[in-house]
């Protein structure tokens, strides 16, 4: 059974940094994706990074992009996001996400732009808090 476990959410300051992990065990890795997403209060949940395990280019949502880099320790089975610049509106609950949808990270099958990039599988985290004050 996958697991996938975030840690380092807490409340920083406008123009601070964070950096969240994610830890994930209970098979092996190499052939699947990982991605973070965040879900604000009353709002729908936005995708934020993706990378494959294998390795290749990362992908970011444009609102992050710049200011988060995706990266992962494979050795560690550990995926991470450093959240630099952060900016009130950076302010949502992080999720882990893990599946084998690695090949569709930024693009569908046909090439074309998702207008909202869906999931890279169907295991989960249970979110970290991250909250940015002006």
């Known amino acids: 059974q996958v697991q996938l476990v975030e840690s380092g959410g807490g409340l920083v300051q406008a123009g601070g940094s964070l950096r969240l992990s994610c830890a994930a065990s209970g098979r092996t890795f190499s052939n699947y994706a990982i991605a973070w997403f965040r879900q604000a209060p009353g709002k729908e949940r936005e995708f934020v990074a993706a990378i494959r395990w294998s390795g290749g280019s990362p992908y970011y949502a444009d609102s992050v992009k710049g200011r988060f880099t995706i990266s992962r320790d494979n050795a560690k089975n550990t995926v991470y996001l450093q959240m630099n610049s952060l900016k009130p509106e950076d302010t949502a609950v992080y999720y882990c996400?893990?599946?084998?949808?690695?090949?569709?990270?930024?693009?569908?099958?046909?090439?074309?732009?998702?207008?909202?990039?869906?999931?890279?599988?169907?295991?989960w985290g249970q979110g970290t808090q991250v909250t940015v004050s002006s």
């Open positions: 996400n893990a599946g084998p949808k690695g090949n569709l990270i930024g693009r569908k099958e046909g090439g074309s732009y998702y207008s909202t990039h869906p999931p890279v599988g169907d295991y």
